[in-house]
């Protein structure tokens, strides 16, 4: 019986370890694609909004792959305690990281557009925002991977902070709505744009209370911006 319980839960692991590095290969590619949109934005360049586009069905079908390996392995092992908290926070930040994905599409989308448009300036303002959330996936990614909860904690106060720049900017936008009119479709698009940034910096934040969560066992999702974890 003993061989059999540690054969039992070598393969648990394994199969732990695979849906893991899926689960990091998706999260690599959707900070890519992000990345790759913006570049799209910035260098008014249509075929990374392309690519970004294509590329999407990798990172849906990422995700499809780590929901079935995560209910396969419950199934098959009825994991407790921490390696089920490791399993069903594994298939919540992939879900997370799809929503992602799908902010990428969108800014891809809509770069692709104001490429066919007229430059204004102003698209240079989206620049630090894409750092502020583009820094927030990595780190929460990083955070999860690491079960590092000091790095986790942290990303709450970071999307804050995303969120006042995103506001400050979504307002100065639209005053160069009523100065510009003749481009007023080109800074609409790029509130919308900054929007997917925004809510990309929430689902940076969702995937650092996932870190918490399967560190230390602790749901500080509907706390406030203190867990008792850090003070």
Do not use: W
Not at 14 to 38: F, G, P, Q, Y
Not at 101 to 120: F, G, H, L, N, P
Not at 142 to 170: M, N
Not at 204 to 230: C, M, P, T, W, Y
Request: charged content about 30%; some cysteine; glycine content about 4%.
């Amino acid at each position: 019986m003993p061989n059999d319980s540690h054969h039992i839960l070598t393969n648990f692991q394994k199969a732990l370890n695979t849906t893991r590095e899926d689960l990091l290969a998706m999260a690599n590619r959707t900070r890519h694609n992000i990345d790759l949109a913006m570049r799209g934005l910035l260098e008014r360049n249509p075929d990374f909004c392309a690519q970004v586009i294509a590329d999407d069905e990798e990172i849906d079908h990422l995700e499809m792959k780590i929901d079935k390996e995560g209910m396969q392995t419950m199934m098959l092992y009825q994991p407790v305690a921490s390696d089920l908290r490791s399993l069903v926070s594994i298939m919540k930040v992939a879900s997370n990281l799809e929503r992602v994905a799908d902010q990428a599409v969108s800014i891809a989308k809509r770069a692709r557009k104001i490429s066919k448009s007229d430059e204004v300036p102003e698209v240079r303002l989206v620049e630090p925002i894409h750092q502020l959330a583009a820094s927030l996936l990595h780190d929460s990614i990083t955070a999860f991977a690491e079960k590092d909860v000091s790095l986790a904690l942290g990303i709450r106060d970071r999307d804050d902070e995303l969120d006042t720049a995103h506001k400050r900017l979504v307002k100065a936008l639209t005053k160069r709505m009523e100065e510009d009119t003749p481009n007023i479709r080109v800074y609409l698009d790029l509130v919308f744009i900054v929007r997917f940034l925004e809510r990309v910096g929430d689902h940076a934040k969702n995937i650092g209370e996932e870190a918490v969560f399967v560190a230390s066992a602790q749901d500080i999702r509907h706390k406030g911006n203190r867990s008792k974890l850090d003070g």
